[in-house]
């Protein structure tokens, strides 16, 4: 029992009471083999029901035995570096038909794929041939098409939970949209997620890429069976460079690799096991941790490295897990871009934690490791391993050039520039039981009335009032944003009268979250604020919590950029 507290304890920092009993409970009848197999029992253990009769929602299916990672030998597998997605020829662009773009099909398709050398090949659904999808290049002002051709089964093989909105039994089981994270697009190519695709449709969508040099990912996002979509497999990497990010001399081409890093729990035959709730016909569970970290496709890969510096893109595409990244004697990391871009000058980092759906981007320097091996790891849990190769003459200078001090400039946006400041809370509803059933934006149904309408170009700030136990990672579509401060608030003021009641001074961004954001992490008890200019087209998007459990349940609502010229008459600037 020590054991397995003194192991859950890192990863459960942000967790509440109610869901750390039901993993010290899940305990009692799990097998805890280190590590990460301890947080595998609070796969099954998610709600107090499934905590006492584990597993019990897969009665009726054979039951089926967790793989235990532990057995795996470590580091046989090359990482695999998802190809770039070739355009097939080129199509007259939306905005100007004289204009011609590339033009890319990338089919979902169900795919048999080895997670690691003894593992059997694991069913997965993925964009083009593998999981992570192809990775998609693109240059800043350099619009592109991409149809994405939905070729998956009518049948879900994850189980899909029919109470949830979005997900009827009425609706067809297989539905997709494809939403590229990050990208400032039209709202018609934004993929909604009520616009979704059966098996046999494809839709054409439009990215103008009018935005600076950063990492984005492309991700399903079907209303209700977001979380399963993204499970089975359906991301992939979306990068967009830019003159003056190649300015700078960083590493490039081989030296530039993304790393998209995910947990999954297998059974024995190496199939996805995604838990289920006790309660027949509501299999949802509200929360999915794995017992295994995958990092592109395989568990515990290895990469062979030349003695040089490399530029990592660390992306985050885990449900609803957080990584805390280090690597391993200490060596130090340094951070050069976030979610949208680069920072404005690196940082150096012992650790960088990750929430779902943030990137960072990194340098690591092998320089002085020759013959030696590195690990990059998420607390104790080994995820890569770095073989750093001997010095080959030719290359003995090649990547000495040092790191910029200066990556390009990011200026804050001034308060005094917002025409808004929005108090939005992000709250979780228990049942009797006390199983968290349902998590709200502003107390807010995802059907409710739009509430969120910023003018075009206007500048707002919006405050997530966190009065969960859990820290959420917020999103918006379309925008970047700055994070302003984080600051401790009165729970139970705020739960007596609605008061906001400050209990501590506003703690500010760390270096690393000084440059530009489209996620955020809002922590428990903390009134999270960012400063939003809403720039790019009018229309309808959606911000939500990036736990795609939480997302698929409530905790999404649309949004509306205006034009100026529809908007009411402002007659309180600072209304909240
Ligand atoms: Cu990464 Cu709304 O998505
Ligand atoms: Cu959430």
Same mark, same amino acid.
Not at 54 to 64: D, H, I, L, S, V
Not at 300 to 310: D, I, S, T
Not at 421 to 450: C, I, K, Y
């Given at each position: 029992?020590?054991?397995?507290?003194?192991?859950?304890? &890192?990863?459960?920092?942000?967790?509440?009471?109610?869901?750390?009993?039901?993993?010290?409970?899940?305990?009692?009848?799990?097998?805890?083999? +280190?590590?990460?197999?301890?947080?595998?029992?609070? $796969?099954?253990?998610?709600?107090?029901?499934?905590?006492?009769?584990?597993?019990?929602?897969? =009665?009726?299916?054979?039951?089926?035995?967790?793989?235990?990672?532990?057995?795996?030998?470590?580091?046989?597998?090359?990482?695999?570096?998802p190809a770039l997605a070739a355009s097939d020829g080129t199509r007259p662009s939306p905005k100007n038909r004289k204009v011609q773009l590339p033009y890319y099909r990338i089919e979902m398709? %169900?795919?048999? &794929?080895?997670?690691?050398?003894?593992?059997?090949?694991?069913?997965?659904?993925?964009?083009?041939?593998?999981?992570?999808?192809?990775?998609? %290049?693109?240059?800043?002002g350099q619009g592109l098409l991409i149809e994405w051709v939905n070729k998956l089964p009518k049948k879900h093989f994850l189980p899909v939970d029919h109470t949830l909105h979005g997900a009827e039994a009425d609706k067809p089981e297989v539905r997709t949209v494809a939403h590229v994270h990050g990208a400032r697009v039209p709202p018609e190519s934004d993929g909604y997620p009520e616009s979704w695709q059966t098996p046999g449709q494809s839709r054409l969508l439009y990215y103008p890429n009018e935005q600076d040099a950063s990492t984005l990912w492309y991700h399903d996002h079907a209303m209700g069976i977001t979380r399963l979509n993204v499970f089975a497999g359906l991301f992939g990497a979306f990068i967009i460079r830019d003159a003056a990010e190649q300015a700078l001399n960083l590493p490039g081409g081989a030296f530039d690799i993304p790393l998209v890093i995910y947990d999954r729990t297998l059974d024995r035959e190496g199939q996805l096991l995604y838990p289920v709730s006790a309660t027949p016909g509501a299999p949802f569970v509200s929360e999915f941790y794995g017992n295994?970290?995958?990092?592109?496709?395989?568990? @515990?890969?290895?990469?062979? $490295?030349? !003695?040089?510096? @490399?530029?990592?893109?660390?992306?985050?595409?885990?449900?609803?897990? @957080?990584?805390?990244?280090?690597?391993?004697?200490?060596?130090?990391?340094h951070q050069i871009g976030s979610d949208l871009g680069l920072l404005q000058a690196p940082v150096e980092l012992r650790s960088l934690v990750l929430f779902p759906a943030e990137r960072g981007d990194v340098i690591i320097d092998f320089t002085d490791l020759e013959g030696q091996q590195l690990h990059l790891r998420s607390d104790a849990d080994d995820i890569l391993q770095f073989r750093v190769l001997?010095?080959? !003459?030719?290359?003995?200078?090649? +990547?000495?050039?040092?790191? !910029?001090?200066?990556?390009?400039?990011?200026?804050?946006?001034? =308060?005094?520039?917002?025409?808004?400041?929005?108090?939005?809370?992000?709250? =979780?509803?228990?049942?009797?039981?006390?199983?968290?059933?349902?998590?709200?934006?502003? %107390?807010?149904?995802?059907?409710?009335?739009?509430?969120?309408?910023? &003018?075009?170009?206007?500048?707002?700030?919006?405050?997530?009032?966190?009065?969960?136990?859990?820290?959420?990672?917020? *999103?918006? *579509?379309?925008?970047?944003?700055? &994070?302003?401060?984080?600051?401790?608030?009165?729970?139970?003021?705020?739960?007596?009268?609605?008061?906001?009641?400050?209990?501590?001074?506003?703690?500010?961004?760390?270096?690393? =979250?000084? +440059?530009w954001k489209d996620t955020v992490r809002a922590d428990p008890g903390m009134v999270t604020r960012i400063i939003v200019k809403f720039e790019g087209y009018t229309g309808r998007y959606v911000w939500h919590c990036h736990l795609l459990e939480h997302e698929d349940n409530e905790m999404m609502r649309p949004y509306d950029v205006i034009s100026a010229a529809s908007a009411p008459r402002p007659n309180n600037k600072k209304q909240a």
């Open positions: 029992m020590v054991l397995l507290l003194g192991a859950a304890t &890192v990863v459960h920092m942000f967790k509440t009471r109610r869901q750390f009993l039901a993993l010290a409970r899940a305990a009692g009848s799990a097998a805890v083999a +280190g590590g990460m197999a301890s947080r595998a029992s609070q $796969v099954f253990g998610q709600q107090a029901g499934a905590a006492a009769a584990p597993m019990r929602g897969m =009665e009726q299916a054979p039951q089926r035995q967790m793989l235990n990672p532990m057995t795996l030998t470590r580091f046989v597998d090359p990482l695999p570096i398709s %169900e795919l048999e &794929v080895r997670l690691h050398r003894d593992v059997a090949p694991t069913r997965q659904w993925g964009y083009g041939a593998s999981v992570p999808g192809p990775t998609v %290049e693109a240059r800043s295994t970290i995958v990092c592109n496709g395989k568990i @515990y890969p290895y990469l062979e $490295v030349q !003695p040089r510096r @490399y530029r990592f893109r660390l992306l985050n595409a885990a449900n609803g897990r @957080y990584f805390h990244l280090t690597l391993s004697g200490d060596r130090p990391l001997k010095k080959e !003459p030719s290359e003995a200078t090649t +990547g000495a050039a040092s790191l !910029p001090t200066m990556l390009r400039s990011v200026s804050r946006i001034p =308060e005094a520039q917002s025409v808004r400041e929005r108090f939005l809370t992000l709250s =979780e509803h228990d049942d009797a039981a006390g199983n968290s059933m349902q998590m709200l934006l502003n %107390e807010s149904h995802w059907d409710m009335p739009v509430t969120e309408n910023p &003018v075009l170009d206007s500048t707002e700030i919006w405050s997530f009032v966190n009065l969960a136990g859990d820290a959420h990672p917020i *999103h918006l *579509h379309l925008v970047r944003f700055q &994070v302003l401060d984080r600051r401790p608030f009165d729970l139970f003021a705020y739960n007596a009268d609605k008061s906001l009641v400050y209990t501590g001074p506003a703690v500010p961004p760390a270096l690393n =979250e000084l +440059g």
